[in-house]
């Protein structure tokens, strides 16, 4: 009977506590895509407390030989299955890196909830980098990574 009733009991601490958890909104998130050979991460970011930010796609390139310049007047252009999302506005920059090298960065701040539900609803994303100085880079995001972006999406709208 003690087994039953610890059984229960032990029961009944679990689905509490997973309920609760499940139920949690989160505030502050970091996903990224992290491509050691080619030197490149994506990351998807939010930051409910900061008006600036809002939700945020960023890119960065680093690498030991060249500068990556992003272009100023070709942002960063997101496939989301048969859409094309194309910015206006995006922030960059580029120098040298304290590791040696050279980093780049940009950086689609406030994502519109329109951007983000497609995300949420996408079977494929895939993103072109334009740059001044090198070749166009073209990122798949990996299955794995793309439901992480939407899981973290959809918990950060809960509450």
Known sequence: MK???SIFLL???FSFGFSTASEAKLKKFESSLIEPQEQFNVYLESDESSAVLGYRLAFSKGDKNNYWVFSPSSPPQINID??????T???HKSGPSQY???HS?????NLSIDVLQKIVNAKQISITLFFTNQDTLFINVPQQILDEWKT???L???G
């Open 105 to 109: 960065y940009a950086a689609l701040n």
């Open 82 to 87: 048969s859409y094309t999302y194309q910015p």
């Open 89 to 91: 506005n995006y922030y």
């Open 11 to 13: 029961a009944m601490i």
């Open 156 to 158: 950060s709208w809960k």
């Open 3 to 5: 087994k039953i009733i």
């Open 100 to 102: 040696g090298g050279y």
């Open 152 to 154: 973290l999406i959809e």
